[in-house]
């Protein structure tokens, strides 16, 4: 029994050159014991006490030993599953500035850090939860424990196939805006990493054109065949679809006047959080100044911008006659004594505000939407449409009317017509035949005098006071032909005829 005992520890007989193995009791694995900079160091290894990992560990730290004589041993490179505090200590001891290998980096890791670094410093209130969420709720959870080198475009196309709704039916698709918007964030965290560690590795991200494309053609066919299963006599409804005027004309009898402010300003394209953080003194002579918006984190948080999102959300609203009624017996009616306070310090007299609740309180979109809105909807007999609907009706209507489109871009805050006529250029039947009727509910002075001109002369005429010369009458029936648009173009029953 000795003998074989004396015979298995045989090959410890064997000793490195530099540094000592050695295993502690209780644990079957080998340790490390070497001095380098005059420092003791004891670490374990990953490897059992055996024969063969014996003479392995005993050829490495002879390899590290001769590499320490020529000066050209690594620390951090050498040994790479040592904590990243005594890499980075000993990495400086040498002179070099340590960077971690991205097999060596989780995900997780570093996406924390970043965040607590990072998020912070976004000055848009709406970035920070947005990011907070995408990674907090959706990236982490499934990619913290893998390495930066494990994430290729395979696993993150794996990851995306499995991404669920966090609300409403689950069986319905997140849709490409909504997938980019949770990979944003990610794709910034990779490019971080790399900038932060000179890795050279191939974005992942890169090769999802592909996948994108997949999820909108999937999109598309399922809204196909959902058509497809419609009853005949049903239509496709959206809840963004434009309201026609009888049916705005409808909901707003259903709507308490004192909504009513609130309701015009919708349609002027004003979207919740702007609504709440219209001031009175953004209530000027000849226009409404979109300055503000009022972002809300919960219940009790929030946050007010002074910035908009982006340089052309900050605009100048045109006051017609009739919205500038509304806005004014909006601004007397809000004379709230009591204080808003929001977050970084700021407190603001609730009498500020311009918008209000009926019952004085100061103006709570989401409040506004479930208890009037909704209600009204429903006693309306409407398809469901969320507000943001009146946005796009606004949209189409001025488009209708004879809107100028560089101006329509202006009035709704975007920086392109790309929106307008991709976004909000679905054409509802029935918009046509209302078109003067449109223009009497928004007030002939929602155009600009030229716009009255080309849209509607005979008004214009009559505004200015201009007689109509006879042979101008006998020369319209060929106007359309002149300008190469057919009949039905040049009196507006086809979108293209004012989309463009």
């Not at 003791?40 to 006490?49: G, I």
């Not at 300003?265 to 209530?283: A, D, F």
Request: hydrophobic letters at 35%; proline letters at 4%.
């Amino acid at each position: 029994m000795k003998k074989a005992i004396h015979e298995s520890s045989d090959y410890k007989q064997r000793k490195p050159r530099y540094g000592s193995l050695y295993r502690t009791n209780g644990s079957k694995y080998l340790y490390i014991s070497m001095n380098y900079f005059k420092q003791r160091l004891r670490f374990p290894t990953d490897r059992e006490d055996t024969p063969e990992n014996w003479d392995f560990f005993c050829d490495f730290l002879d390899e590290v030993g001769m590499k320490i004589r020529n000066q050209t041993f690594r620390f951090a490179r050498t040994f790479y599953w040592l904590d990243e505090e005594t890499k980075a200590h000993f990495s400086a001891l040498e002179g070099n500035d340590y960077k971690p290998e991205p097999e060596h980096v989780q995900f997780g890791e570093y996406a924390t850090e970043w965040m607590r670094r990072r998020i912070p410093t976004f000055s848009s209130i709406s970035k920070k939860r947005d990011y907070t969420e995408a990674l907090g709720k959706r990236i982490l959870p499934y990619f913290a424990q893998m390495a930066f080198s494990s994430i290729t475009t395979s696993v993150v196309e794996t990851f995306i196939d499995n991404l669920e709704r966090c609300k409403g039916p689950q069986e319905k698709a997140l849709s490409k805006k909504r997938v980019k918007n949770i990979i944003g964030p990610m794709s910034k965290v990779w490019e971080s990493a790399c900038n932060d560690n000179n890795w050279n590795l191939r974005n992942p991200f890169d090769g999802l054109s592909q996948k994108f494309a997949g999820i909108q053609d999937s999109a598309d066919q399922e809204k196909e065949r959902r058509a497809a299963l419609m009853e005949e006599d049903e239509d496709c409804h959206s809840t963004r679809d434009v309201f026609l005027l009888s049916e705005w004309q409808r909901l707003l009898s259903f709507v308490d006047p004192h909504y009513h402010p609130v309701m015009e300003l919708l349609l002027m394209g004003l979207i919740g959080s702007e609504l709440e953080g219209l001031l009175k003194r953004h209530l000027k002579d000849d226009c409404l100044q979109i300055r503000c918006a009022v972002i809300r984190e919960d219940k009790n948080t929030m946050h007010l911008k002074f910035k908009p999102k982006n340089w052309y959300r900050k605009r100048d609203l045109p006051l017609t006659a009739k919205l500038k009624t509304l806005l004014e017996q909006a601004a007397a009616a809000s004379t709230s004594a009591g204080i808003i306070r929001f977050e970084s310090g700021i407190e603001l007299p609730a009498s500020a505000f311009l918008l209000t609740m009926k019952d004085g309180a100061f103006f709570n979109y989401r409040s506004f939407c479930k208890t009037i809105w909704n209600p009204a909807m429903k006693q309306a007999g409407l398809e469901r449409r969320i507000p943001y609907a009146s946005r796009h009706t606004m949209v189409q209507w001025s488009s209708l009317v004879g809107v100028n489109k560089e101006r329509l871009v202006d009035l709704v805050g975007h920086s392109t017509k790309t929106m307008i006529d991709e976004v909000y250029g679905k054409y509802r039947n029935g918009l046509v035949e209302e078109k003067s009727l449109i223009l009497d509910y928004l007030g002939e002075d929602f155009l600009a005098l030229e716009e009255l001109r080309t849209a509607f002369p005979e008004r214009y005429r009559q505004k200015m006071a201009l007689p109509l010369i006879a042979s101008q009458i006998a020369e319209a029936p060929a106007m359309a032909v002149a300008f190469g648009q057919s009949f039905g173009q040049s009196q507006g029953l086809y979108p293209d005829n004012y989309l463009r």
